[in-house]
């Protein structure tokens, strides 16, 4: 039996599937109600109020902006009134090949319309345009360890994780009890600067993702927004910060968003899929690592100048 939610998810498969540029951004738009908000990871902070604002301010402009732009589409959670839908954005670049980044997409709904929106997009690939992506492993992956059904052990698990992310102490301490609940064949996807890294076992995932994070970034916490469960995955909306300090003794504390899905095997963290502002990040964070001066966002919310280490 069809229910409002069920119907909209229906249309959304085939507007992602089958629409592309401004038909893609119109069609998207028409299953928005008229209280309803949008924001988008695009480097900066924003958040648009209504049909029109969402269209003429984000949709549009972004479909316009990358020729021929169009959805692949991945896995498509649905819980209660709540849509994630994962996807790969292709964009046409002249007579080379095809561009390509990874969207997560976030929608809460009421009575079959969307009353909130969140449009996850990898921000340093989308404005690069200079790679490709082959998502269908990752999609595979976490589709094979992923359940409808959400358990006593999952939930368990999700309130764990829920509350170290605002246990006191360093990141260290906050994230190692995380660490902990891995599987041995915990396996991590993750935006980053350079591409999706893909980490393949817990051995992999602590060496290379949780070990490097603590000393670069020591009081690294994750203000968490909103929680959302999706049978026995955990999404949590956030907004990550910490100091961080270059070779020169300077230092600064930032601010970005991230979507992180943690995939639960009983209470125990089976796949990890972090996806992030990875612009407003990279701008903000990593450019202190070059000797670069503050980057110049006057508009931004959260970016703190630079100061000397003795300040």
């Not at 249309?11 to 599937?17: G, M, N, P, Q, T």
């Not at 079959?112 to 998502?135: E, K, M, P, Y």
């Not at 698990?157 to 660490?179: C, H, L, N, W």
């Amino acid at each position: 039996m069809s229910s409002p939610t069920s119907d909209l998810v229906s249309r959304l498969r085939a507007i992602y599937s089958e629409t592309n540029g401004e038909t893609f951004a119109t069609s998207l738009v028409a299953l928005f109600a008229e209280e309803s908000w949008a924001t988008a990871f695009d480097g900066s902070d924003n958040r648009w109020y209504g049909p029109r604002k969402i269209l003429e301010q984000w949709l549009l402009p972004e479909t316009e902006t990358h020729r021929d732009y169009r959805r692949d589409l991945g896995p498509v959670w649905v819980s209660g009134t709540n849509v994630l839908i994962f996807s790969k954005v292709s964009c046409s670049v002249g007579s080379g090949p095809d561009a390509e980044w990874l969207a997560l997409d976030v929608f809460q709904t009421s009575d079959g319309r969307i009353v909130s929106a969140r449009f996850g997009n990898d921000t340093i690939a989308r404005q690069s345009l200079d790679r490709q992506i082959d998502a269908t492993g990752m999609w595979a992956a976490i589709e094979a360890s992923w359940s409808p059904v959400t358990t006593a052990a999952n939930r368990v698990g999700m309130k764990f994780v829920t509350d170290q992310k605002s246990a006191p102490g360093t990141a260290e301490e906050r994230y190692r009890p995380i660490m902990e609940r891995q599987t041995d064949d915990c396996q991590m996807w993750s935006w980053e600067v350079d591409g999706l890294l893909h980490l393949a076992d817990r051995e992999a995932v602590d060496r290379d993702f949780w070990e490097p994070l603590f000393p670069l970034i020591p009081d690294f916490v994750e203000a968490v927004e909103q929680p959302l469960i999706f049978g026995n995955a955990l999404l949590l909306v956030q907004n990550p910060a910490g100091t961080f300090t270059n070779a020169h003794g300077q230092h600064t504390f930032s601010a970005w968003y991230n979507l992180d899905i943690y995939v639960f095997e009983g209470d125990r963290v089976n796949r990890l899929f972090f996806a992030r502002d990875t612009f407003k990040d990279e701008t903000q964070m990593l450019a202190a690592f070059d000797g670069a001066p503050p980057p110049d966002l006057p508009g931004s919310i959260h970016l703190a100048p630079f100061a000397s280490a003795d300040e």
